[in-house]
């Protein structure tokens, strides 16, 4: 199936949970994405900056959040298991967690 036949979204998370085998995520936010006129590297692409303005915005605890880009099935249920492209952020003080040595 071409993505372009799909109804797409973003979805923003936090992990809850993390380091333990119940690790699970809290949907806060479901944007449904335009995979018509995106292509799925596209959309990846956008997926990270997307997810960052969420946290931004939001002013977000510290923590781990997620965007998935997912394809959405019947009454906008989705399946983050599966999903088309995924970005993690560490987030701490108000913005992104780097560990030292690793690209900005």
């Given at each position: 199936?071409?993505?372009?036949?799909?109804?797409?979204?973003?979805?923003?998370?936090?992990?809850?949970?993390?380091?333990?085998?119940?690790?699970?995520?809290?949907?806060?936010?479901?944007?449904?994405v335009d995979a018509r006129?995106?292509?799925?590297?596209?959309?990846?692409?956008?997926?990270?900056?997307?997810?960052?303005?969420?946290?931004?915005?939001?002013?977000?605890?510290?923590?781990?959040?997620?965007?998935?880009?997912?394809?959405?099935?019947e009454d906008n249920q989705?399946?983050?298991?599966?999903?088309?492209?995924?970005?993690?952020?560490?987030?701490?003080?108000?913005?992104?967690?780097?560990?030292?040595?690793?690209?900005?």
């Open positions: 199936m071409e993505v372009a036949d799909m109804k797409c979204g973003f979805v923003f998370a936090r992990a809850h949970g993390i380091g333990n085998a119940y690790e699970w995520y809290e949907t806060l936010k479901l944007e449904e006129t995106w292509s799925t590297e596209e959309l990846a692409r956008r997926l990270r900056p997307w997810t960052l303005d969420l946290l931004r915005e939001r002013k977000c605890g510290d923590g781990k959040y997620l965007g998935f880009l997912v394809e959405l099935y989705f399946d983050t298991g599966i999903a088309l492209a995924e970005e993690e952020v560490i987030w701490f003080y108000e913005s992104e967690y780097l560990p030292v040595g690793s690209a900005a």
